[in-house]
């Protein structure tokens, strides 16, 4: 029988622990290491709706890219969101594993997966943090070409590549030809983007001063969403475990999605 063990060491060794961040939580965060499991669920979050999908399918390990815990709680109980999601995890005897900034940074992650869905080409790692035991380098930000296109048909191009309910983009007056993607929130990494010389950053969490500042300084900037430009590694996360792990039941969440809505 498989334990959930053999999920995180599945899991742990596409992307190691030791590449997260230090302020990061990773890690089995709910349930027994000893744990029997044959059915897996995967989604980006922890997220109740999550978890009673989980409940419904009779998984006994549910696995994400957040973490259903940052910060170490006062209390476990229901009136607190993470105390409920726990709750629910800790009665219906269904562990919670998750890989974070490690699968942000890894060879093969988010990332890496945002870039080939967009169609990337020449794909490298800006600024590599380090090197895997294969040798490999690995970093947040991805960069490499497209084919030439001005900044809204690359734009509508993203919108259905990502399946997007809609986006935001600030066009610097550049073609779109070297492109650099960066899965939720890397707005922190425009000055590294510029200085790699690409004209067009995909990702998300863009603050108002960045599109203020992005015709200025002559960068492309593309805000797909949260959820649309890391919910691709999903896929990838599954594959890892049927490859693994060929005995247990490995399924994508069909419940959860982006709760951004728009007019």
Not at 10 to 17: G, T
Not at 163 to 173: E, K, N, V, Y
């Amino acid at each position: 029988m498989t334990t959930v063990r053999e999920i995180y060491n599945a899991l742990f060794a596409f992307a190691p622990a030791y590449m997260k961040y230090d302020w990061d939580n990773v890690g089995l965060l709910c349930g027994h290491f000893d744990a029997p499991v044959t059915t897996v669920l995967v989604a980006l979050d922890p997220m109740p709706d999550v978890i009673e999908e989980a409940k419904s399918v009779g998984a006994q390990c549910i696995v994400t890219h957040h973490p259903l815990i940052f910060d170490a709680p006062r209390a476990i109980n229901d009136e607190s969101y993470t105390g409920r999601c726990i709750l629910l995890l800790a009665e219906a005897h269904i562990a919670a594993i998750n890989l974070h900034t490690n699968l942000d940074v890894c060879p093969g992650g988010v990332n890496d997966t945002l870039a080939e869905t967009l169609g990337l080409t020449d794909v490298s790692v800006l600024n590599p943090v380090g090197k895997d035991a294969q040798g490999r380098p690995y970093g947040l930000i991805r960069t490499g070409s497209v084919r030439e296109r001005c900044l809204p048909e690359f734009a509508a191009f993203v919108k259905e590549a990502l399946g997007c309910p809609g986006l935001r983009f600030a066009d610097a007056g550049k073609p779109v030809q070297r492109v650099a993607v960066g899965g939720g929130s890397c707005g922190g990494a425009i000055d590294e983007v510029l200085a790699a010389g690409c004209d067009t950053l995909v990702t998300a969490d863009l603050k108002y001063n960045h599109f203020g500042e992005a015709r200025y300084r002559g960068l492309n900037l593309i805000d797909a969403g949260h959820f649309e430009t890391e919910n691709p590694v999903c896929a990838v996360l599954a594959r890892i475990l049927c490859e693994a792990l060929p005995d247990v039941r490995v399924l994508r969440s069909n419940v959860h999605k982006d709760e951004t809505q728009f007019l």
